[in-house]
């Protein structure tokens, strides 16, 4: 029986050797990089390629999302079967020849999100019996594997931004495949390196206490939506991805930097400081989606405070092993697993149907979840951590050298300038289905294309989401702005992160956001009504989208009966969008009773299909104009990028 030791009169030691370093830390730092961008194809690819383009049903896509992550719980019976060495060296084999082979699919959406599917199986299996083998080791394991692991965390969060938020996986080209074949061969190298010394633990120490590490999912799920969300950061304070950027990963790296501190201290002190930041996380956790500066503030708080908790779990779990055993570290992590992708469906489920809660409940949960893992991980902490000069000093560096990406990607960016070029004004309105083509990849290169080959001066969106972890957590609209070299302006429906946004290179005088009747609604709808500078005048342009299910006629006719009265008869003006009705229904004949003039029917008959994309059978996009102006060169953009095709038409004065 091995005695029990209080914390202080032991210490850990983290001078090893720098190979020994580079080992225990990059092997879990690049195998997180690879798994939490997996999941990031997954889980939109779930949405918009089985369930989109494919049509499976909520239900059919919940169970696959569960059995994907649920493989978790294979861990079990591998491990009584086979030793650490075999499972880490096929599971991590697996993880890198699948997120290859991810990175250089060039056919159909459907096999690629089947590699990103199994390369979450290899990561949720791999996670647990990896840290199984770490935890048995020597005190400084532990601690240099909590430095690959939030390692991983800001490595993923550096390459994600340097991106521009739209990720590695979705791009065949060369940058994107040389970066991930330069991981994916650093990760074949240290994996090689671990099986070839790998040395195997007793039999006797297998069991160990561990259901504190079922806080993995509830972690991830709030880094996922939250804390590495740059889209999201970008969009509540209005800075650009560059200040954004910078922000979350000065939080990474400065609650990486204050864990280590804090877990130098004396025994007292950690349990304190363990204490207050729960309190500050569930505090932030409160109000998750505040504005400006304030919301910046709590989240890089919010991010030290999630950082020290499950570091308290981590440096627990080779204590918890030696003092008995309830919960095993694999049946904890499938447990975990299984949260994370039930708090992801919970999420964005209200914004499809009805449901009893909102969620503010789902991140409380997660929150509660991650505080109180710690708060049971610390009467089984490790040892307190002895660290030297060497070790601080290479720390500050490291972290310094990490923040020198986006802040020189913030310095270099450069800012998009309008012009009154006066007449004649370009227009698009153009639904870019939250950034995945017809066939349900997020390609926002073609997009921007179709744009670009329109030459509008100013451009309707609808469907626009920043951060939305079901669509892939790209700021579509950010990185259309940078590739069009066009100011936006955004207008948020249902929530903060989605909705309609305009895109204009003349001068924007000013522009509001009005909600539209929603009452009811899981997916609320609102317009945008920018006033731009034409020629010395002012010229009013509308962005709407109305809601989408067929068969509620009566809540489109109340939303355009609110447009049409905000609109008043307002000369010079254009009001485009997806209004998810055809020529005949009633609500698009209250518009044309109220004297607007569709410039489509410059191109009927036949008639100008606009939906769906890649099988046109209804119109429902349009464009349409006040009495006074005229308009000609009107046309559809045509392909795939969307499922919608793009409507543009000069407007003349």
């Not at 709808?525 to 709407?544: K, L």
């Amino acid at each position: 029986m091995i005695k029990s030791v209080r914390r202080d009169e032991i210490l850990s030691r983290l001078d090893v050797e720098l190979p020994e370093a580079v080992s225990a830390v990059g092997l879990p730092a690049l195998a997180m990089v690879f798994g939490l961008q997996s999941i990031r194809v997954l889980v939109p690819g779930l949405t918009w390629t089985l369930g989109d383009t494919h049509g499976l049903d909520a239900f059919i896509l919940g169970t696959i999302a569960l059995l994907i992550f649920g493989s978790a719980f294979l861990a079990i019976p591998l491990r009584r079967h086979l030793d650490h060495r075999a499972i880490v060296g096929v599971t991590l084999g697996g993880l890198i020849f699948l997120r290859l082979a991810l990175q250089l699919w060039p056919g159909a959406p459907l096999f690629g999100i089947a590699l990103a599917a199994l390369a979450v199986v290899c990561f949720v299996i791999f996670l647990p019996v990896y840290l199984d083998d770490i935890r048995r080791r020597d005190n400084s394991s532990m601690p240099l594997f909590a430095g690959g692991f939030f390692g991983g965390l800001a490595l993923d969060t550096l390459i994600y931004g340097a991106a521009g938020t739209w990720d590695l996986a979705w791009q065949q080209t060369p940058l994107p495949i040389i970066v991930t074949t330069v991981i994916a061969a650093a990760l074949a190298w240290l994996t090689f390196g671990y099986c070839r010394d790998y040395h195997p633990t007793l039999p006797s120490r297998l069991k160990g206490k561990a259901g504190a590490w079922l806080a993995i999912g509830p972690y991830l799920f709030l880094q996922l939506l939250i804390f590495q969300n740059i889209p999201a950061l970008s969009t509540l304070t209005g800075w650009g991805t560059g200040h954004a950027f910078l922000w979350i990963a000065a939080a990474q790296v400065a609650g990486i930097m204050a864990a280590y501190f804090f877990h130098s201290l004396r025994e007292d002190a950690v349990y304190f400081i363990s204490l207050f930041s729960a309190g500050l996380l569930v505090t932030f956790i409160f109000f998750p989606y505040l504005t400006g500066w304030l919301e910046a503030v709590l989240l890089f708080i919010g991010q030290v405070a999630a950082t020290q908790l499950f570091f308290v779990i981590l440096t627990g779990l080779p204590a918890a092993t030696r003092r008995g055993s309830s919960m095993s570290l694999p049946l904890a992590n499938g447990i975990g697993m299984t949260l994370l992708v039930i708090f992801i469906l919970g999420y964005y489920a209200v914004y499809q149907i009805s449901l009893p809660y909102n969620n503010s409940i789902l991140l409380m949960i997660a929150a509660v979840l991650v505080a109180g893992g710690a708060m049971a991980s610390l009467r089984h902490m490790g040892p307190r951590l002895r660290i030297g000069q060497r070790q601080w000093t290479s720390g500050f560096i490291v972290g310094i050298l990490a923040l020198l990406l986006p802040a020189g990607l913030l310095f270099t960016a450069p800012s998009p300038q309008t012009e009154d070029t006066g007449y004649p004004l370009r227009v698009l309105t153009y639904n870019l289905h939250n950034g995945f083509n017809a066939d349900g990849w997020l390609d926002l290169e073609s997009l921007a294309r179709n744009i670009e080959s329109s030459g509008a001066d100013v451009v309707a969106l609808q469907e626009i989401s920043r951060g939305w972890l079901v669509s892939g957590r790209t700021d579509m609209l950010e990185w259309l702005s940078r590739r069009l070299d066009m100011p936006y302006y955004f207008g948020p429906s249902s929530g903060s992160f989605w909705g309609n946004a305009i895109l204009s290179r003349y001068p924007v005088i000013s522009a509001i956001n009005v909600p539209l009747p929603s009452e009811g609604l899981p997916l609320e709808r609102s317009f945008i009504s920018m006033i731009i500078e034409v020629g010395g005048q002012t010229f009013q342009v509308i962005d709407i989208h109305l809601h989408h299910v067929e068969g509620d006629s009566d809540t489109r006719v109340n939303q355009v009966a609110a447009l049409l009265e905000f609109f008043g008869n307002t000369s010079d003006s254009v009001i485009m969008g997806d209004f998810n009705a055809e020529p005949n229904d009633p609500e698009i004949k209250l518009l044309r009773a109220a004297g607007l003039r569709d410039v489509m029917l410059s191109l009927e008959p036949p008639p100008a299909w606009t939906f769906r994309s890649d099988d046109p059978y209804q119109r429902i996009d349009y464009i349409w104009v006040s009495p006074d102006l005229t308009w000609s060169g009107v046309s559809l953009i045509t392909g795939t990028a969307s499922d919608h095709l793009g409507v543009t038409a000069t407007i003349e004065d």
